[in-house]
């Protein structure tokens, strides 16, 4: 359901270890010039939302630990989907 997000472009991975990427334009996949800083304004927002994470430019990867519960990966993606609504919307203003 990420994928399906206006801000990413892509989502891929094998497993527990995936990526998403924030891209400006969802069909041409065009990223966002680096200088909008859209990887660390998501990151604020994820933060925000009790979820930490790293940012590559706009790539966030995901690896979490082997031990993780779905439960917990299901609140993982809820609070993604959260920070890319607030993040979505920063953009938007």
Do not use: S, Y
């Not at 359901?1 to 990427?21: K, M, N, Q, S, T």
């Not at 604020?44 to 979490?64: K, S």
């Not at 920070?83 to 953009?91: G, H, N, P, R, V």
């Amino acid at each position: 359901r990420i994928a399906d997000h206006p801000l990413v472009g892509d989502v891929r991975g094998l497993g527990l270890i995936a990526g998403v990427e924030l891209v400006e334009n969802k069909t041409t996949r065009t990223p966002f010039a680096t200088e909008r800083g859209v990887g660390a304004l998501f990151t604020r927002h994820a933060q925000e939302n009790d979820l930490l994470l790293r940012v590559r430019d706009d790539v966030i990867p995901f690896c979490p630990p082997l031990i993780i519960e779905e439960d917990e990966i299901t609140l993982l993606i809820e609070r993604f989907e959260a920070a890319l609504e607030a993040t979505w919307a920063a953009l938007r203003a």
